[in-house]
């Protein structure tokens, strides 16, 4: 008896090892690098996630037509104006969209940071997308992390669903992995 509770409990612990590292091979573990991509932007210039290693990167999957994530994106704009200069970058990439509704969400509301485009919905199947809006962040060094939600304060890699990004919390919390990853 006291063997087969071994066996089982080495089974047991074999298959929440197994789910662990499932997640690790996405590519979207904490500490994992995030899966490369490279896109156009809205003028049609070439943007490859790999071109801002040594900055903070907030990368946000986003579409026109998703009320929650045109609630989001200006709040964006005023973090990344107070951020920029300090190495800062948001990639807002647009999913399931046209070119012409991103450049006039683009164009209304005055977004400065990169918009690019995900056509064939490639980069969006890459980083396992359940919906958008989704975020993540990526620290200096190339690597995902996984920062407090600054909603729910619950540790996460993947920020589901829209966020106030100028809010004291947000910023505070961007300022401090900007302060930690610097070289």
Do not use: H
Not at 31 to 43: I, Q, R, V, Y
Not at 46 to 55: A, I, M
Not at 116 to 132: A, F, P, S, W
Not at 144 to 150: A, E, G, H, S, Y
């Amino acid at each position: 008896m006291k063997a087969l509770r071994i066996v089982v409990s080495v089974l047991l612990y074999s298959f929440l090892i197994a789910g662990c590292v499932s997640g690790n091979r996405s590519g979207l573990a904490p500490g994992e690098p995030p899966p490369e991509f490279t896109l156009k932007d809205l003028s049609g210039q070439k943007v490859s996630l790999s071109q801002f290693q040594g900055k903070v990167v907030l990368i946000n999957f986003w579409a026109s037509w998703c009320m929650p994530c045109l609630s989001e994106l200006p709040s964006m704009e005023r973090l990344y104006n107070r951020l920029k200069g300090e190495g800062f970058v948001i990639l807002a990439i647009g999913v399931d969209d046209e070119w012409y509704k991103l450049k006039e969400f683009k164009s209304k509301y005055g977004l400065t940071f990169p918009v690019l485009v995900d056509e064939g919905n490639i980069v969006k199947r890459q980083y396992g997308l359940t919906g958008v809006p989704e975020s993540f962040v990526v620290a200096r060094n190339g690597r995902l992390l996984m920062i407090p939600d600054p909603d729910s304060n619950e540790p996460v890699v993947r920020i589901v669903g829209p966020r106030n990004w100028d809010s004291p919390t947000a910023e505070g919390r961007m300022r401090a992995i900007l302060k930690e990853g610097k070289p």
